[in-house]
């Protein structure tokens, strides 16, 4: 994104709503840190300037991630889906992809303010992938690792900032305490926050046996329960 320096009229209207805190006022005019800029597009679609100094610019790869990432109306050019486009862990049971002895993980990274660097997002991936999880195939952050084995992801955009990327993907529950714990560990290197999803499938007894196993480990968490109501039919019908 950028500012036009013969349109602005310097009045400041635009700068609360930068998420990332990237405008701000130059000699004479407003102007964005180009490093910082995520393009995710809320001060154009704000409306906030009086007089539409703003221009959106379509970036080459590697930049073009940055909107792919964080502006909800560009689709990702690997999935087709837009936002953070995945159809993320709470749509496991519908397509199941989730099985019975198995726990899924989505790892947020970036927050508005904070934004994250794949170079972070890398830093993760690499760590799990070490143990043998299963990146989601349908995701964009898998789409964009050289390699899903190892979790490296390209070179050419680790420095790209975004306003938030999500790993997904899946384990055997009886790796749960070791993921859970080289997780906690990669997540000390990482200049950024994240949060994690733990999916679990509910028992025929209505426990959760992530549950447990989180409160064995000392782990904080928040139990929530997603119904889909009429947004798709279980595909999953028993058995691995
Ligand atoms: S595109 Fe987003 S991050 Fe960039 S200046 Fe506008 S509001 Fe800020
Ligand atoms: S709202 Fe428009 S005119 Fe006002 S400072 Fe921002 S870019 Fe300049």
């Known amino acids: 994104m950028k500012i036009d320096p013969e349109l602005c009229i310097a009045c400041e209207a635009c700068i609360p709503y930068c998420p990332m805190g990237a405008i701000s006022m130059g000699d004479d005019v407003a102007a964005i840190n180009q490093d910082e ?15 539409d100094a703003f221009v959106e610019e379509k970036h080459p790869w590697p930049r073009q991630i940055r909107a792919e990432f964080s502006n909800p109306t560009v689709p990702h050019h690997s999935t087709g889906i837009a936002g953070r486009g995945t159809e993320e862990v709470k749509t496991n049971e519908v ?6 002895g198995w726990l899924a993980f989505a790892v947020e990274f ?10 972070d997002v890398d830093t993760v991936a690499q760590a799990l992938a070490k143990l043998g999880v ?17 979790g490296k992801i390209r070179e050419d955009i680790l420095n790209e900032k975004v306003l938030s990327a999500i790993i997904e993907c899946v384990f055997p529950r009886e790796k749960a305490p070791e ?20 999916a679990d499938l509910v028992e025929p ?8 196993m989180l409160d064995e480990m ?12 009429g947004f798709g039919r279980p595909k999953y019908k028993g058995g691995n």
């Open 179 to 198: 993921v859970l714990n080289t997780l906690q560990e990669a997540v000390k290197k990482i200049d950024t926050v994240c949060s994690v999803d733990l």
């Open 110 to 119: 970036g927050r508005p303010v904070t934004g994250a660097r794949f170079r």
């Open 134 to 150: 299963t990146f989601e195939p349908i995701n964009p952050v898998t789409a964009l690792m050289e390699d899903t084995k190892t």
């Open 95 to 100: 397509t199941g992809r989730l099985k019975p």
């Open 218 to 229: 000392g782990i904080f968490h928040r139990i929530n329960g997603k119904t889909n109501v």
């Open 205 to 212: 007894d209505e426990s959760v046996p992530a549950e447990k």
């Open 37 to 51: 800029c995520v393009e995710c597009g809320i001060c154009l679609r704000s409306g906030s300037c009086p007089v």
